[in-house]
């Protein structure tokens, strides 16, 4: 896991990028499958209100898990996710409670204590913080949004809005489907043909019309595109697919699995 660490509160376990939790004033983790009172294909801390799972449950794994993580269950700020690139920005003076539900992929707030949330079961959750603001966002990066570059987007969007150049932020890239499983067919992968090289690694051959896409790897290329240093990203580097007992995976489990949630917020100062 590299830079990441996987911390266990309350029975609960997430895991959490060390040199963030060193480095910035945030509070912040990647959720696992373990820890909450779920069972069946939801065993045990889905925390998605989608899944299919009884929402009882999923308020009380939501509960468990802000407990252990340091906020409260009933405070996130969740969006509609739609697979594009939209931002969504939450000033200070804004009731969070107007957000929630919104159309969109991601969040950034300099708000403090406001924990802004993804959902997923294999898209990739990207942090972004501005520790010199401070400031931070959350953004759901799967194939559709990955493609329209949403953590390059994200990215610009914080630099310009708080006047802050990209070496300054800090960027984490939590679990998601590896390129070691994500097969997609040759449609699929022609956005990602058009914007990077062979080199890159973004696609590797499969079966005949179909490849493999590496999300995490595209990722962390337009987070350094979008000028942050390379030593300021780090990448958990785990397979939801390859890791059923720590991760829900829509792709491998189909449509009746949990999912994780993904959160960050800022600390009082």
Known sequence: MNAFTLETVQEVCFLACTPISAECPVVHAFSTRRGGVSDGPYTSLNLGFGSGDERARVQANRQRFGRSVGFEGDALVTLRQVHGNRVIW??????????????????????????LAIITADCFPVLLVAPSVPAVAIAHAGRRGTAVRICQVVAGIMCDRFHIPPRTLYAAIGPGIGGCCYEIDEASAEPFRAQYSH???????????????????ANLLQLQAAGIPRPQ???ANLCTACHPEWFYSYRKQG???????????????
């Open 233 to 235: 990203i780090w990448a």
């Open 90 to 115: 939450l000033a200070e003076d804004d009731d969070p409670a107007q957000v929630r539900g919104t159309e969109a992929d991601a969040l950034i707030t300099n708000r403090p204590q406001v924990p």
């Open 255 to 269: 449509a009746s699995t949990g999912r994780m949630l993904n959160v960050v917020a800022l600390r009082h100062p």
């Open 199 to 217: 080199r890159d690694g973004i696609c590797r051959p499969s079966r005949p019309q179909h490849v493999y896409l590496d999300l995490q790897q």
